[in-house]
Structure formats: structure tokens, C-alpha cells
């Protein structure tokens, strides 16, 4: 008796902790699902093919339990490649050899702007993660590697997708995923696209010092608005006119720390300054992307993305969650009269903003003026420091982590845009002068980047705790909000003025 009460507490606490941890994301956004969000689910469960599985899934939130597997993120070999592809479950469509073909061009499109000197002077550097295995990737061979389809079935396509006419994907009422041609888990080559990794910069030091600041670092007196502004809502001054000498004249902020708050840094810096001058080490193969958006009043957005043709989830307990096809990572630099003044990044859970001065940076020819983003491991969220950043869940259960791994330089390969927000649907991006010929249809693009979320009869998707093994995958830069009024994407961020700010968030910050 007494070893069936055990057996007894032991289910129950096991039950109690399965609701307590299913429920938990809940409890910190208690906002309920939509009428509409709560019949998907409910169609999501059907897929199951098992009555065992529909039931768990609904009453305990465990789903898919037969399907647990291990998920590493390592290639395949040439054999056990072959053999997932000959297993797989995935249909495509059967499309010719891509062929070239030339972007038609208006030749009615007004003159190109160029890029302004002061975006690339303070262009970003990314550490990637040094046990990294899915690389940057280049959008245009990621449409070679996957097909448009609506719901579960292949679009009726012509031609192959290409980056030029990508939108033209995209009719009312119907939504299109970019689905991979062969299963992502008998991992193909262009997934871990390892022939973009960066070339290494020489005598690169595993560590050194950064001046993080202190959580009460001083805020600087701000004299106008650049951290709200758009075209709809202009600059304005926000200091007493009686301490500026010209009541007319703009007055820059500093945009540089002082030799003294920066003392410990410069010296590293000086002391690497002739070994590491950016030229070739950092290039990837894999371009980067940069959109500007001029908010009027003096005040531009440089918009960095990178792009990755995976994104590995985390693992909770041995298991892992949130993979997906596609990835879009951004930072943001906001200019104010060609100063930098605030930086954003796609962190987890709505991203971060830092003032300027809060942000690590590493020498461009003589001076330290180029901010420095650390890429997770398998996620790809960039983050202002190296290190674990936990999200979601207590006790970093689940966490990102961030080291100084290899050193990309996106500023040496990229393609770049200037976007009207306030265009017509459809319109409003430009290539720049440096590009003029870099294809526009792919960015209004509405449909999703990788692969529909799996149904329950795929035997690679679980769901369990609510979190989801697959999920589909993201929209492109055009949705990431780029006509902002602040340097944050969501209400709960806030610019903060030192790392170690930054490093005192909770976990559901």
C-alpha cells in the first residue's frame, strides 16, 4: 500500500508540474488567445493521428511524445544523408534548372541615393558563436533551395523562385510559405552554409577587458527628441533655449565617451590598432543586408540584417524547441545628424536599445566607432555582450549563449536599400547607388521564409510545455517594423546606458 501511494504522489507531482511549467507563459502575458488562435490550435491537434496523442495534448499539453528524438545540430555524412532523403516525407515541386535572369528595371526610377559615409564608419561587426553550425547564408541561394507553397500544397509555379519576383508569390486571401525541398533534418549543405564562415582576423585575442559601465552609469542631458521622431512627428528641442548660444542652431550631443571613462579601453585598442584595421578578414560570402529609413528632421535608421537559412532551437531538459527554416536577425543604429546616438538589438523577447556610449566598440583605421553585436549559438539573437542571456523560463532553463567567435564583418559584402515607409503598398525601396541593380521584389514579399508549422502527424514536430519542436518560419525585414517612431520594437524596451545595465535584466524583461 504504502509503495502505491508513493508511486501515486509521484504521478501527481509529475502532472502538477507538467500544468505549473505549461502554464507558466501564461502567467507572465495573460492577455487570452483570440477566438481565431485558439480554432488553430485546436485544428493543429487534430492532425494527430492517434486518439492517445489528441488527448494528452489537449488535457496535459504534451504532444507528439512518440515522435522525441534526439535533434544534434551536426551534418549528416554522405550516407546517412542519403538515407534521410530517401525517407523523407516532404513532396516538392519538380522545377527546371535556375536560370539567370536579368531584373527589369524602371526607367523612369529617380536618381539612386548613395550610402552616407558616417553608416558604414559605424557599421557593425558580429562574433559569431565559436561552436556555431549554421552560418550566415545568402537569400538568393536560399530561394534556389526551397518552394512556394499555400497551406500543404506546392504553388503552380513557372519559374523557380527568385528574389526579383518573389512578391508576385503573394494574392489576397492566400498564404505562402517558402517550404525546403528535402527534410531540414537530413541536413543539406546550404542549411549549415559553412562556406560563408568570415575569414579569421590573425592575432585575435580570446579575451580582453570592456569598459561595461555601472548599472547607475549617469544618463547624458538629452537636448532634442531623436529617440521618438518620424516624419509624422518631427524633431523638437527639449532643452532651455537660454543655455544654447543660438536658439536656431542644432546642437550635437557627444558621440564619443570621454579618454577618461574610456581610458582601460583606448589602451587595448591602441595597443591592437595596426593588427586588426579592417580590410578582408571578417568577409563572408554570405551578403548582409542593410536598409535605410530616413525619419526625417536629420534622423536615419541604418537597419543591419543578416539572414540564416536555420535556426536551431534551444534544448530544455535534453530536449530542444523553436527550430525553424529561415532566419532574420537585425541591429539598428540610429543617426542623428550623421552622430550615432542609439543602438537596437534583436534580442529575444522584443530586443534591447543601447545608448551609443553603452555599446562595445572596436577601431575603424584609428578610432573605436564600430559597434560590436555577439550572435547566439543556434538562435542567432544578437546581443550586446558575450555570455548566458537567459529568456522565458526561470533558473536559465532556457538561455542564449553568446561568445567571441568568429569575426564577421558585414560592412565588405552586402547589399544595400533606402525604404519610404510612408510609400504606396508595394513600393518604397531603392536600391542604393553602390547596387543599383540589387533586386526589390523579395522584400514585400508577404509570406513566411521557411517551411509551415508541422502538424502532429510529422514525425519530427512535438509540442510540450507549449513550446513547439518546429515552428514556422519569420517574415522578412519589411515586418520588423522599419517606419518606427523609437529605437525599440516593442513597448517593454527601454534604451538603457551601460552593459551592465543590460546585464541586470530578468529573465522576463
Known sequence: MYLFRRIAIAIGAFFLLVVVITNLPRFFNPIPPSKEKVEADQRWVNTSPHWLDRQACRWVGLCGLMHLKADPPVRLDTARQSQCAAGTRNSSASHAIRADTGYQRDLKRRELFGIPEYVLRHAPFVHLYSEEHFWPSDIDDHARHVVAYVDDAPLDQTQPVSLSTMNQLDAPGRHVTLKSKVNVECRP???????????????????????????????????????????????????????????????????????????????????????????????????????????????????????????????????????????????????????????????????????????????????????????????????????????????????????????????????????????????????????????????????????????????????????????????????????????CQSSKCRIIHSIAEGQKGSWIS
Request: no cysteine; aromatic share 14%.
Open 189 to 487: 549543405g546550404w542549411l549549415h552554409s559553412t562556406a560563408n564562415l568570415p575569414v579569421s582576423f590573425e592575432d585575435e585575442p580570446d579575451d580582453y577587458d570592456v569598459d561595461i559601465g555601472t548599472p547607475e552609469r549617469m544618463r547624458l542631458e538629452e537636448y532634442t527628441s531623436w529617440f521618438d521622431v518620424d516624419k509624422e512627428h518631427p524633431l523638437h528641442r527639449i532643452s532651455d533655449p537660454r543655455k544654447v548660444p543660438d536658439g536656431n542652431q542644432h546642437v550635437r550631443l557627444p558621440s564619443r565617451r570621454s579618454y577618461t571613462a574610456l581610458s582601460r579601453e583606448q589602451r587595448r585598442i591602441a595597443a591592437r590598432n595596426e593588427r586588426n584595421k579592417p580590410n578582408q578578414k571578417g568577409y563572408s560570402k554570405a551578403p548582409a543586408t542593410l536598409i535605410l529609413v530616413d525619419k526625417g528632421s536629420g534622423v536615419v535608421d541604418a537597419f543591419w540584417f543578416f539572414f540564416y537559412a536555420y535556426n536551431l532551437g534551444q534544448t530544455v531538459l535534453g530536449t530542444r524547441y523553436g527550430n525553424h527554416v529561415g532566419d532574420w536577425e537585425h541591429a539598428m543604429v540610429r543617426f542623428e545628424s550623421g552622430e550615432p546616438r542609439a543602438m537596437y538589438f534583436s534580442e529575444h523577447e522584443g530586443g534591447q536599445a543601447y545608448a551609443w556610449r553603452a555599446v562595445e566598440k572596436r577601431e575603424n583605421a584609428t578610432q573605436a566607432e564600430r559597434p560590436v553585436i555577439y550572435s547566439a549559438v543556434g538562435s542567432h539573437a544578437m546581443y550586446a555582450m558575450p555570455g548566458k542571456h537567459p529568456y522565458v523560463l526561470p533558473f536559465e532553463i532556457l538561455k542564449d549563449l553568446t561568445d567571441r567567435g568568429p569575426l564577421w564583418d558585414p560592412s565588405l559584402n552586402f547589399r544595400s536599400y533606402w525604404y519610404d515607409y510612408s510609400a504606396p503598398e508595394g513600393e518604397g525601396l531603392e536600391p542604393t547607388q553602390e547596387n543599383p541593380e540589387a533586386p526589390t521584389g523579395w522584400f514585400h514579399f508577404r509570406g513566411r521564409w521557411g517551411d509551415k508549422l508541422y502538424g502532429l502527424d510529422d514525425e519530427r514536430q512535438w509540442r510540450l510545455f507549449g513550446q513547439y519542436h518546429y515552428v514556422t518560419g519569420p517574415q522578412g525585414p519589411k515586418f520588423k517594423n522599419l517606419g518606427r517612431r523609437k529605437v
